[in-house]
């Protein structure tokens, strides 16, 4: 299973942007998918999940109200649509899927398979 994150770039702060993933290789039917940020010098850290196969949903609290994950069984495909975006917003995104629950928080960036290169939002204040 390959993932490919896109749709990052530069934003004014009280913009939007969509970031979306795509699933490729073999049948994809995870057990759900996360968005995860990172900046330099700090650890990865969590931002949506998504359970696949009923689409129930939840949220880091610092992007809960602006930010909306959401997935296309057909596709293959996961969305991030961030809205109302702030500076501290800034950072690399990364898509990731679990195959099971396997006893290891959604929150936690170790509880996933596989993981996209990342896409670059940048919010400029």
């Known amino acids: 299973v390959q993932l490919q994150a896109s749709g990052g770039g530069l934003m004014q702060a009280g913009g939007s942007l969509r970031l979306s993933c795509a699933a490729s290789?073999?049948?994809?039917?995870?057990?759900?998918m996360g968005w995860f940020r990172q900046v330099p010098g700090k650890e990865r850290e969590f931002v949506a999940h998504?359970?696949?196969?009923?689409?129930?949903?939840t949220y880091a609290d610092s992007v809960k109200g602006r930010f909306t994950i959401s997935r296309d069984n057909a596709k293959n495909t996961v969305d991030l649509e961030m809205n109302s975006l702030k500076a501290e917003d800034t950072a690399v995104y990364y898509c990731?899927?679990?195959?099971?629950?396997?006893?290891?928080?959604?929150?936690?960036?170790?509880?996933?398979?596989?993981w996209g290169q990342g896409t670059m939002v940048t919010v400029s204040s």
């Open positions: 990731a899927a679990r195959r099971t629950y396997i006893g290891i928080s959604y929150t936690r960036p170790d509880g996933y398979d596989y």
């Open positions: 290789g073999r049948t994809f039917s995870p057990y759900g």
């Open positions: 998504i359970l696949w196969s009923v689409g129930s949903t």
